[in-house]
């Protein structure tokens, strides 16, 4: 629910007095003004100058500044970079993805103590409550966000800022119905576009008809805003024409919405893409900063699995509060990539802003029990387990982990008991990926154990493989076919047993 920071008309008055000041003077004060103020607004651009000012002059031990300058810095280059295409990166592990992940977490800390020194002089400034909320976002102090985007929104009750960067905390505390109320609510809702893609959005994630629609288009028609201005409202209708089935009227507005596309418009086209193959969208086409959900989701599509890891993990860097980037990387990095020690870093990271997510908890615990951290992965699916899935497929997917826990704790039959059940749940609701998966990795577990029902289980998991429609269906049924020549091997003809060790 980004938007670009030149909309932003709350205090960009006192903005354009800090660049004046900065200007006239330069020195550490001024630079460190206008570099949070830049920032908070999230005007990276702005902030570069003084950013790299104060990385010249400013004292070792002005550690606060400084950890704000490098973090700035970090995102020019990481958006000097977004023009490279995908690639198999080979480079990835635990270490260095710890180093890039947790930079966020740790600078919510010093953000937090900077805002405060702030919010004394300036106690009815809504931004400062607004970043105030989003740093507590960031380590998971649901409570305390709340409280503070409560301040800003009443303090700014009319800010386009205010109002998404609120409905998306909802949206990420899984409260889409406080989401859409507050902006259902907004005075401006009706001639703010911005705000109008957002409440569109949520209405259809909320499977409701918003009643702004025919508003939606008479304000494009109406000739009073720039194609910027419109590129995401466009977006979010075109989602309601594909899902009704008019992919032609789908199309054009998708088109018309990437002329000047936000990250979120080109996320939205994509999503579309996937699905429609007369409509050809490629993320790394746009000149655009900050494009790592729809790298991501892309990347996953065309099976590139070290770039989805990349990718996510830069989503999770730019979006540590949002608990999807975290869910993707541990997820690929575990059961496609196999690479636990990376897997088992990004959940945990990811716990920071979600503590309560069952998939990352589920994800987390895979790769602990992967690693031989059995008590551990003990203890992260008891907390996945012990509240109510939100979903069919989460409650198939934790059936299935509590298998290969029981597997990997030595207990075979009731780890095959599980799986099977996980299997039969899923099948009874329809959910074929995780059915085929399931079966896949019961079939791996027994083979890894030599148990005598080894052949059983591939059967199963044989059977299923066409049920799988994800992009990694082609590793997965790689991976159990050298399963099954694991087996034969393992078989010895002459007993109709299993060779000894």
């Not at 301040?151 to 609120?166: E, T």
């Not at 299923?464 to 994800?470: P, Q, S, T, V, W």
Request: aromatic share 6%.
């Amino acid at each position: 629910m980004g938007q670009s920071s030149a909309m932003v008309t709350i205090d960009e008055k006192g903005l354009e007095d800090l660049v004046s000041a900065w200007n006239d003077h330069k020195a550490l004060p001024y630079a460190t003004d206008l570099m949070g103020a830049a920032f908070a607004l999230g005007n990276v651009d702005l902030a570069r100058e003084p950013a790299h000012y104060i990385l010249r002059e400013a004292p070792v031990g002005a550690v606060s500044s400084r950890s704000l300058a490098q973090r700035i810095i970090g995102i020019e280059q990481t958006e000097d970079s977004t023009k490279v295409p995908p690639s198999s990166t080979g480079n990835l592990d635990s270490s260095n993805i710890e180093t890039k992940v947790v930079a966020p977490f740790n600078m919510a800390r010093v953000r937090i103590q900077w805002l405060r020194k702030r919010l004394l002089r300036e106690p009815r400034n809504a931004m400062l409550y607004l970043d105030m909320a989003h740093e507590y976002s960031i380590l998971g102090y649901s409570v305390k966000a709340e409280q503070y985007m409560f301040c800003a929104i009443n303090l700014a009750p009319d800010n386009r800022l205010v109002l998404r960067s609120a409905a998306r905390m909802y949206v990420h505390q899984d409260n889409l119905e406080k989401a859409h109320s507050l902006l259902k609510s907004a005075r401006s809702l009706y001639r703010d576009p911005w705000l109008m893609s957002a409440e569109i959005a949520l209405a259809n994630a909320l499977n409701r008809s918003s009643r702004l629609v025919r508003n939606a288009r008479q304000l494009i028609d109406s000739g009073k805003f720039s194609p910027r201005h419109l590129s995401e409202l466009r977006a979010a209708l075109a989602k309601l024409e594909f899902e009704a089935g008019k992919h032609r009227k789908a199309r054009k507005l998708l088109r018309e919405s990437l002329e000047t596309p936000t990250e979120n418009t080109v996320a939205q086209a994509l999503w579309v893409a996937n699905r429609d193959s007369d409509l050809d969208v490629n993320p790394w086409d746009f000149d655009i900063p900050r494009l790592y959900e729809a790298k991501a989701t892309q990347a996953r599509s065309e099976g590139d699995w070290n770039g989805t890891v990349e990718e996510s993990s830069n989503w999770l860097i730019d979006q540590p509060f949002s608990s999807r980037p975290a869910v993707l990387g541990s997820y690929v990095s575990g059961l496609i990539l196999q690479e636990y020690e990376l897997s088992e870093a990004i959940a945990r990271y990811g716990l920071y802003a979600n503590p309560h997510d069952h998939m990352l908890l589920n994800n987390r615990a895979v790769a602990l029990a992967h690693i031989g951290r059995l008590r551990e992965a003990e203890i992260m699916l008891h907390r996945a387990m012990i509240r109510p899935a939100p979903q069919k497929e989460t409650t198939a997917v934790l059936i299935a982990t509590s298998g290969l826990l029981l597997y990997r704790q030595g207990s075979t039959k009731e780890g095959r008991e599980a799986y099977i059940k996980a299997i039969e749940f899923a099948h009874a609701h329809g959910l074929k990926d995780i059915e085929a998966i399931a079966a896949i990795c019961m079939a791996s577990e027994d083979i890894r154990v030599r148990a005598l029902t080894s052949q059983a289980s591939l059967d199963m998991a044989i059977k299923r493989m066409d049920l799988i429609e994800r992009p990694e269906k082609g590793v997965l049924c790689d991976r159990l076919l050298e399963d099954k020549q694991r087996y034969e091997k393992q078989f010895d003809p002459a007993s109709g047993g299993l060779r000894t060790l």
